[in-house]
């Protein structure tokens, strides 16, 4: 099936400090890539939709200045989480759609997440 | 709004018996529910989905179940097996838009 590799999986950073996480679609294109943030009781939530050359879709909550997304390409989208504080620290789930699935019933695949560590 | 609900945090099954997991929604217009299952620290991976216009879709132990009167869809895992203790969700899904994820339920099969 399709990957979606993001990196780094684990990155502990410094308070106001910012840091980049990567998503990349190894073998697809992908027109939207979607980032989550995974809480303690297990929700996954979703931060924002970002398509390739256009601005990120924030959900209501999320602070756009905060939590930066590029999708500069096809196969790469970046989230910047910019000043970081401890309580950012999270598991990042990104995820993107496969362009041309079309009607297979699953057309978004998942990364592996990465874990943040703010200290 | 939460689209997409799972009601039950957590189940315990005895590994060889029917894991039931059940999901809700208020959202007429997905094209497709999905499951996926997930390990901590790991991202999740998909396990089966159905179509809007169908009832039910088997592959394997799992087979999903769609009513579309009652907006309810469900996850049958038999036999269940240890290996199948993980977190699964449930999603609704529409082609140009985003995927709506339930809360998950935490699945426990114990020998």
């Known amino acids: 099936g399709a990957v979606v590799s993001q990196h780094p999986s684990r990155v502990i950073c410094k308070s106001g400090t910012s840091v980049k996480i990567e998503c990349r679609s190894l073998?697809?294109?992908?027109?939207?890539m979607f980032w989550y943030r995974q809480f303690p009781k297990q929700s996954l939530m979703l931060m924002a939709t970002?398509?390739?050359?256009?601005?990120?879709?924030?959900e209501q909550g999320v602070e756009k200045d905060k939590f930066l997304i590029n999708h500069a390409s096809l196969t790469l989208s970046t989230l910047t989480v910019t000043s970081a504080h401890p309580e950012d620290s999270s598991f990042y789930i990104c995820?993107?759609?496969?362009?041309?699935?079309?009607?297979?019933?699953?057309?978004?695949?998942f990364g592996e997440g990465s874990w943040l560590t703010v200290v | 709004d939460q689209q997409v609900k799972q009601n039950s945090p957590s189940l315990s099954v005895q590994e060889g018996r029917i894991s039931i997991l059940n999901c809700d929604y208020t959202?007429?217009?997905?094209?497709?529910f999905l499951w996926y299952k997930k390990y901590p620290a790991e991202g999740p991976t998909f396990l089966i989905s159905?179509?809007?216009?169908?009832d039910k879709n088997e592959d394997g132990r799992f087979t999903v179940f769609l009513n579309k009167s009652a907006k309810h869809l469900s996850l049958h895992i038999v036999p269940s097996q240890p290996g199948d203790s993980a977190v699964y969700f449930c999603?609704?899904?529409?082609?140009?838009?985003?995927?709506?994820f339930g809360t998950g339920t935490r699945l426990q099969v114990f020998p």
């Open positions: 995820s993107a759609r496969d362009r041309e699935g079309k009607n297979s019933g699953n057309t978004i695949y």
């Open positions: 970002s398509n390739e050359g256009s601005k990120a879709t924030y």
């Open positions: 959202n007429s217009m997905f094209d497709y």
């Open positions: 073998d697809f294109q992908a027109t939207t």
């Open positions: 159905i179509s809007s216009i169908k």
């Open positions: 999603a609704g899904d529409r082609n140009t838009d985003k995927l709506i």
